[in-house]
């Protein structure tokens, strides 16, 4: 009886490659899976070309919904960026890929699970951990790590070797990775960080900022408890309303990002990013929390992003730590319920106004006029105390003065030579 392997099956490059690899080198029949996690894909030619390179059946799992509310909802109420820049578009999916092909291999009764990730790149590691939380006992098949093929070049002869048609031209073959939050471009002239992109043949949800229209727009965002519910107005699943932001947002070229990132392995890579939506989604809900948290809170939920965007990235999404400070980041989201405002122009993004019904800005406390509540003389003291450090070292380093050990008392201090000690700083 032949070995069933199930194969992540993106109708790119690599995944078709691997289809006869897999034939030629294993006794098995291959269930190609397809995880719509909002790519834009025809996914009818997409399973006709899975079933016509030599997969057994093919088949399509639409897990859009489960993305947004479960992975990309969590992920934005956190904060997460990584590096700065990058708003962890392909690493967020990864784990929920994983998870959907380890169901597949138990429903298929497979042995093992292959996927098209590089032995240079982050996603060996994303689907291996993703897969191993779910399926120790799966053998996991990562073609890159074993063949002799070396580069896409390599890949489309392959290909037409054995008579079948490379999914795209090598004049365009930039390593893409897009689904509903964001598009991805690795390659060709991006190998050279001192080369600009060319976004002329490049993009292709954004227009670069130059050409987007030179009137701007204004969106306003519903959030509740840290979600955005809707937009103009208009009550909008997770689903529609990115995909309605992407638009918006990429007609004014909102969302670009060329970075040159470190990655797990250790090697650095350049990569353009378009992520439109998420983008003027992180910007809403910052300034939504701006109003709505604490100091402290914003300040440690600051800390809490960092340490979020390093375990996506890196693939642990599925463990202890990261379940942890989403418990941490939900408690945060309770009163992150408002309105926003915000004006899009060729690539900028402002606030145009925003309220909520649990915000902490109180016009009496933060106007220069003296209220009930803030008495401008309360200040004083407090800036003294509060300086009181700052004053001591001062008076350290001031040349020929140096601070006096403090009397022992009985600790019945005489009032009048407190006062006196006091007034001399």
């Given at each position: 009886m032949k070995t069933k392997i199930v194969l992540a099956y993106s109708g790119g490059l690599d995944t078709t490659v691997i289809i006869p690899w897999l034939k030629e080198n294993y006794d098995c029949d291959i269930a190609a899976v397809c995880v719509d996690v909002g790519q834009d894909a025809d996914w009818e030619a997409i399973q006709s070309?899975?079933?016509?390179?030599?997969?057994?059946?093919?088949?399509?799992?639409?897990?859009?919904?489960?993305?947004?509310?479960?992975?990309?909802?969590?992920m934005l109420k956190s904060?997460?960026?990584y590096e700065d820049k990058y708003l962890l578009g392909t690493a967020i999916?990864?784990?929920?890929?994983?998870?959907?092909?380890?169901?597949?291999?138990?429903?298929?009764?497979?042995?093992a699970i292959a996927h098209g990730a590089t032995g240079k790149g982050n996603d060996q590691i994303r689907f291996d951990l993703g897969i191993m939380a779910f399926a120790p006992d799966l053998e996991i098949i990562a073609p890159?790590?074993?063949?002799?093929?070396k580069s896409r070049e390599d890949e489309?002869?392959?290909?037409?070797?054995?008579?079948?048609?490379?999914?795209?031209?090598?004049k365009d073959s930039?390593?893409?990775?897009?689904?509903?939050?964001?598009?991805?471009?690795?390659?060709?002239?991006?190998?050279?960080?001192?080369?600009?992109?060319?976004?002329?043949?490049?993009?292709?949800?954004?227009?670069?900022?130059?050409?987007?229209p030179?009137?701007?727009?204004?969106?306003?965002?519903?959030?509740?408890?840290?979600?955005?519910?809707?937009?103009?107005?208009?009550?909008?699943?997770?689903?529609?309303?990115?995909?309605?932001?992407?638009?918006?947002?990429?007609?004014?070229?909102?969302?670009?990002?060329?970075?040159?990132?470190?990655?797990?392995?250790?090697?650095?890579?350049?990569?353009?990013?378009?992520?439109?939506?998420?983008?003027?989604?992180?910007?809403?809900?910052?300034?939504?929390?701006?109003?709505c948290l604490d100091r402290q809170t914003y300040a440690f939920k600051q800390q809490a992003a960092l340490k979020m965007g390093e375990l996506i990235y890196g693939g642990l999404w599925f463990t202890p730590l990261r379940e942890s400070l989403s418990a941490f980041v939900d408690q945060t989201q309770k009163t992150v319920t408002g309105k926003v405002r915000l004006r899009l122009y060729k690539g900028g993004i402002s606030s145009a106004g925003l309220s909520s019904p649990y915000s902490l800005y109180n016009a009496s406390i933060a106007s220069f006029a003296t209220g009930d509540l803030y008495n401008h003389a309360d200040s004083k003291g407090f800036v003294r105390l509060y300086g009181l450090p700052v004053l001591v070292r001062a008076m350290m380093e001031k040349p020929g003065r140096a601070v006096k050990p403090m009397e022992k008392t009985d600790g019945k201090a005489d009032g009048k030579a407190a006062a006196r000690r006091t007034a001399k700083f």
């Open positions: 070309r899975a079933l016509n390179t030599g997969a057994a059946s093919c088949y399509v799992q639409d897990v859009k919904k489960e993305f947004v509310e479960n992975y990309l909802w969590p904060g997460a960026v999916a990864r784990p929920l890929i994983a998870k959907v092909l380890v169901d597949a291999a138990r429903k298929e009764k497979a042995k890159w790590r074993v063949w002799k093929l489309i002869r392959y290909l037409k070797r054995r008579h079948i048609e490379a999914p795209m031209k090598k930039y390593s893409r990775d897009d689904n509903l939050w964001h598009l991805s471009h690795e390659g060709l002239e991006l190998e050279d960080p001192a080369n600009a992109p060319d976004y002329k043949r490049m993009l292709k949800m954004t227009v670069p900022p130059e050409k987007a030179s009137k701007a727009e204004y969106v306003e965002i519903d959030f509740e408890k840290g979600i955005p519910t809707a937009l103009d107005g208009q009550k909008m699943g997770g689903v529609e309303l990115i995909a309605a932001l992407n638009r918006i947002g990429g007609a004014h070229g909102i969302g670009l990002v060329d970075l040159v990132e470190n990655r797990v392995v250790g090697m650095k890579s350049r990569g353009i990013y378009e992520t439109p939506g998420g983008t003027i989604l992180y910007f809403a809900h910052q300034e939504l929390e701006h109003i």
